[in-house]
């Protein structure tokens, strides 16, 4: 009985251990929509890796350079990017997230499906985005 409790009680804490490491990550990931919003180019700055690259709805590409350049020439356009629902998986040093956004704009709203990889820093509990 003392070993079936004793078991329990590691098996308990490595999967209250791997959802907070999961929850930092999807904390990180609603604090780079509010720095977008924000249009905090420092804290992107630091967030995304400088290989940091995605796919727009729309079919154009952008890099870390000139998705920041957007972000600043957009300034005060967007109202909100709310995360509505997401996932993460974890894999060593390597994080897996996919969800949904709401963007708010000034002048119209969408839904963007997404998949994001993230690399983790030397720091712990930090993140570098390089979006898939």
């Not at 959802?19 to 990180?28: H, I, P, R, T, Y």
């Not at 924000?38 to 870390?64: C, E, M, V």
Request: charged share 25%; with cysteine; glycine share 4%.
């Amino acid at each position: 009985m003392r070993y079936s409790l004793t078991a329990f009680l590691l098996l308990f804490t490595v999967s209250l251990l791997a959802q907070s490491q999961e929850q930092v990550l999807l904390d990180f990931e609603k604090n780079i929509e509010n720095a977008v919003v924000n249009t905090d180019i420092s804290f992107l700055q630091s967030a995304y890796a400088d290989d940091f690259k995605f796919k727009h709805g729309t079919g154009n590409r952008s890099t870390k350079e000139s998705w920041l350049k957007d972000v600043v020439d957009n300034k005060g356009k967007f109202l909100s990017r709310k995360v509505d629902a997401s996932e993460a998986e974890l894999h060593d040093n390597i994080g897996i997230t996919e969800g949904t956004i709401t963007v708010t704009r000034a002048d119209r709203s969408y839904t963007i499906r997404y998949v994001r990889a993230y690399r983790k820093k030397e720091i712990p509990g930090s993140y570098l985005c390089t979006e898939l």
